[in-house]
């Protein structure tokens, strides 16, 4: 059974820094792209971020540009997302996921609350 479990959400302040991991279990990702989406209140679940599998490229929606980077360890099966400068418009549940063919596997989400 394929898990991906999102963790290290939680509340900061604008302009703050927060790490969000997502660990894979039952398959390895290795070589296979994963990445970042989120959905914020009343609004459609948005790309965030995406890795390829040997990590050597990125790709970002341009709102987060500059702000994020994505990461990807895959000797621990495990992709990051660090957010630095964050502002309250990137509040929002984030879900991470990872390709295997023509698969999409998703994470349980973890929220982000940025301040004002």
């Known amino acids: 059974q394929v898990q991906l479990v999102g963790s290290g959400g939680g509340l900061v302040q604008a302009g703050g820094s927060l790490r969000l991991s997502c660990a894979a279990s039952?398959?390895?990702?290795?070589?296979?792209?994963m990445g970042w989406f989120r959905q914020a209140p009343g609004k459609e679940r948005e790309f965030v971020a995406g890795?390829?599998?040997?990590?050597?490229?990125?790709w970002y929606t341009d709102s987060v540009k500059g702000r994020f980077t994505i990461s990807r360890d895959n000797s621990k099966n495990t992709v990051y997302l660090q957010m630095d400068s964050v502002k309250p418009e990137d509040t929002a549940v984030y879900y991470c996921?990872?390709?295997?063919?023509?698969?999409?596997?998703w994470g349980q989400g973890t929220q982000v609350t940025v301040s004002s």
């Open positions: 996921y990872g390709d295997q063919e023509s698969t999409r596997y």
């Open positions: 039952g398959r390895t990702f290795n070589g296979y792209a």
């Open positions: 890795i390829s599998g040997s990590g050597a490229y990125t």
